[in-house]
């Protein structure tokens, strides 16, 4: 299990004092303002506002002042680490902890791995290394792919 949780990416800069622009894999904004210390490419920083909106997300932190040291973190990651969020209720999961996960078939039977999760709107997908070696993306829903006992239990007909 990872120790950090990535909540956001800064895409580049926004205006000309030091403010970014986030690409956000948390829910809302909620969920980075929670936090008033990050990690800005593992380095901890304070993060000293957030706001804008969900689709277009801004935040400004300590130490960047200035329009090009904000375009210098651009494909920088926003981590907090994971005992400083709160716990999970049933169901919930950080995609962090699905990634690596084995793979079966109902029966038990090795499929693949699972080497990302992606959500481009409608829901998340798991993207599994076939055991073949070719990757297929396959909705996180119950009854086509499950977490049960560390192990993703799919139905193969999902798969491309």
């Excluded at 002042?65 to 210098?72: L, N």
């Excluded at 996180?140 to 491309?160: M, N, Q, S, W």
């Amino acid at each position: 299990m990872t120790t950090r949780i990535t909540l956001a990416a800064i895409s580049g800069a926004h205006g000309v004092r030091g403010e970014v622009r986030l690409k956000l894999f948390a829910d809302d904004l909620k969920a980075l303002k929670a936090h008033d210390l990050v990690l800005v490419n593992g380095t901890p920083r304070r993060l000293l506002s957030a706001g804008g909106t969900t689709k277009s997300p801004i935040a400004r932190l300590e130490g960047i002042a200035d329009r090009s040291a904000a375009e210098a973190l651009r494909g920088t990651l926003i981590e907090v680490e994971r005992d400083a969020l709160p716990p999970l209720e049933e169901g919930e999961y950080y995609h962090s902890d699905l990634i690596g996960l084995p793979c079966v078939d109902q029966d038990g039977g090795a499929i693949g791995t699972v080497s990302a999760v992606e959500n481009f709107g409608a829901g998340d997908l798991l993207e599994v290394e076939l055991s073949s070696g070719k990757k297929s993306l396959i909705p996180y829903k119950p009854g086509i792919a499950d977490l049960t006992d560390g192990r993703i239990v799919l139905d193969p007909v999902f798969l491309a």
